[in-house]
């Protein structure tokens, strides 16, 4: 069906421009059929093969050069919508790159590992201030233990040179009694060293349990701390990821409603553009059928056949590139845009010089 109404214009067409050309005088070669003939001049070949869009590549530059035309000759300009209308919105998406597992750990390290360094630190440094403390006391013991001990045996000396002094004045250096009194001595000298050795012990014991004692203080504390820290930098992990999740979630959910309302806006620009083109189009050709009527009244001046010379050509450049039948199918089709931005005449001989070529 639709095939048939295109047939019908195109003939309806047809019989316009051979009573155009009757009206000139002209005889168009090859479309003045003998009474009886019903050639539809490869119409209908031309319209299976062809698709019949590709005709507006060139009215549309016809058109673009009657704007020019316009605009040199009046200074009247046919702005182009697409300069009018921003090509988007120009919302730019976020970029988002998301973290790694790796740089998760490592900021949730970088996050807790100064706490933890700095308890650490501090116990460290009071169990070693405590244990210096301790290891002073142990040296002043020793100190003190060996000055009692050198005192000892110096009153323990002086003690036997005394009694031996004694007894030498009373003539009884060889007796039992200077034996008995030089071993009472010794004994006294020994049972003090032995109550020395024992006071002794015991402060160094109590040390010794002291520095045991922070030691486990500090040891106990270093776990504590590594357990905690262990704890604590996992619940972070959980936290930063969990947190990293949420912020790839709302930027994928900003980018696509970015997308939507582009995608929206380019629909809505399209149908804008598509509006604007058409009343843009018919505003050049308005101008151009004003052009045409003052034509008729007043002739064609030098720089408007000038022009015309100029769109023909392009006309047979575009048409050359096509078969004389796809070309004929065209310029039929084409017949009113193609009289208004060519001139009749022009348009006509242009007819004429499609049938006159060669395939």
């Known amino acids: 069906m639709a095939e048939n109404k295109i047939k019908e214009k195109a003939d309806e067409i047809l019989e316009k421009i051979k009573k155009a050309f009757r009206n000139f005088g002209y005889k168009l070669s090859g479309t003045e059929p003998d009474e009886g003939d019903t050639t539809d001049f490869g119409l209908s070949d031309a319209q299976n093969s062809y698709d019949l869009g590709v005709r507006e590549e060139l009215i549309e530059k016809l058109r673009e050069m009657e704007a020019q035309y316009q605009a040199n000759k009046t200074g009247v300009t046919f702005p182009d919508p697409e300069e009018s209308i921003p090509p988007s919105l120009n919302e730019k998406p976020i970029d988002y790159v998301g973290k790694t597992e790796e740089e998760i750990v490592s900021e949730a390290e970088t996050a807790l590992k100064p706490g933890y360094t700095e308890d650490v630190n501090a116990a460290t440094e009071k169990y070693q201030t405590s244990t210096d403390k301790l290891e002073n006391q142990r040296a002043e013991l020793e100190a003190e233990e060996a000055q009692n001990k050198r005192e000892l045996e110096a009153s323990t000396a002086e003690a036997h040179r005394e009694y031996t002094g004694d007894m030498i004045l009373q003539g009884l250096v060889n007796s039992s009694i200077m034996s008995y009194g030089n071993e009472l001595i010794e004994r006294a000298g ?18 010794r349990d002291k520095i045991t004692e922070a030691e486990t203080v500090y040891n106990n504390a270093l776990r504590e701390y590594d357990l905690n820290y262990a704890a ?15 912020r790839v979630k709302e930027i994928n959910e900003y980018n696509r409603k970015l997308a939507e309302r ?24 308005d101008a151009a059928v004003k052009e045409i009527e ?55 001989a242009l007819i004429n010089w499609n049938m006159m070529r060669s395939e």
């Open 190 to 207: 020994a049972e003090a060293k032995a109550y020395y050795d024992k006071t002794y012990d015991i402060k160094y014991n109590e040390i």
């Open 262 to 285: 582009e995608a929206a806006y380019q629909q809505e620009r399209a149908a804008l553009l598509e509006e604007m083109q058409r009343e843009r189009a018919d505003a050049i050709m």
């Open 294 to 348: 003052f034509e008729r009244v007043n002739g064609v001046s030098a720089e408007k056949q000038a022009e015309y010379a100029k769109r023909i050509e392009t006309a047979k450049e575009f048409y050359n590139g096509y078969t004389k039948t796809q070309a004929h199918y065209m310029l039929l089709l084409s017949a009113d845009e193609l009289m208004t931005l060519l001139g009749s005449q022009n348009y006509l």
């Open 232 to 246: 604590d930098l996992e619940a972070k992990i959980a936290k930063l990821r969990s947190e990293e999740e949420a």
